[in-house]
């Protein structure tokens, strides 16, 4: 039992930690929740968003060696979209992974905030940025999305207990699962994502999965330490998925 109260202690203290050095320390403000099930009402709630119709796979470098990602826009059409379309910016390139966590348990590798370019900014102060939108001037956040297993359509800002929904979500936090990460408030992810390093199922319905490491989780994402940089970033198959409205294009 006093095991059982420890790992659950443990699990608790993990996921306040994720809370707080999430993508975004700024306040965001807390936008409306929803859980939209037409796809009219999403595109019109959307439409500025990047979406990705269906499946991509990049393949990204760090360390000289490459990391296989199979993007699933079908599950997760916003997330993987905004994830493609800074792919095909060259955000990711250069960016720096701040945080890793291994110790006392396996835990993630995050990365992907643009303020890591700069050379002169230590690891400890990274964490809080995201990526600002040229069309807009402005950081771009997208909605938390997670969808649950039988549901047509995600859930939009909000968790599945948020939101009331029992069914585990599509997408589960299982090992190599790449996820978005985020502040407090559920519509504040931008650009910075994690792999998962091992099974985390009490992140399940919290935050948004948007793919998977198909290639390149033991040899590479395991051996991944705070301050190695992504070399870079290539859409392989599956950009004709992406869908950006018109007055996004930067």
């Known amino acids: 039992m006093q095991r059982k109260i420890s790992q659950w202690l443990l699990s608790l203290i993990i996921v306040v930690t994720l809370l707080v050095t999430g993508c975004t320390a700024t306040s965001v403000p807390n936008k409306e ?49 905004n994830f493609i379309d ?61 969808k649950p297993q039988d549901a047509s359509d995600p859930v939009y800002s909000n968790t599945l207990e948020e939101a009331g929904i029992a069914q585990p979500p599509v997408l589960p936090h299982t090992r190599g699962a790449v996820a978005m990460a985020r502040s407090q408030f559920p519509d504040s992810a931008s650009s910075q994502f994690y792999f998962t390093l091992t099974d985390l199922p009490f992140l399940n319905g919290n935050y948004a999965v948007f793919g998977y490491v198909t290639q390149g989780m033991k040899e590479v994402v395991d051996n991944i330490e705070a301050g190695d ?17 018109t007055s996004n294009e930067s």
């Open 86 to 146: 800074l792919v095909q910016k060259g955000v990711y390139d250069g960016l720096v992974f701040h945080r890793v966590v291994r110790e006392p348990q396996p835990f993630v590798v995050q990365g992907g905030d643009p303020q890591s370019k700069d050379l002169n900014i230590p690891l400890n102060n990274l964490g809080t940025g995201g990526f600002i939108d040229p069309t807009t001037s402005s950081e771009r956040y997208i909605p938390l999305e997670i």
């Open 229 to 245: 940089r992504i070399e870079s970033v290539k859409i392989v198959e599956g950009l004709e998925n992406l869908t950006i409205s």
């Open 33 to 81: 929740v929803s859980t939209l099930s037409s796809q009219t009402t999403l595109d019109a709630k959307y439409s500025s968003l990047p979406q990705l119709k269906g499946k991509a796979t990049v393949v990204m470098t760090v360390n000289s060696s490459p990391i296989t990602i199979e993007v699933d826009g079908i599950n997760a059409p916003i997330t993987a979209g």
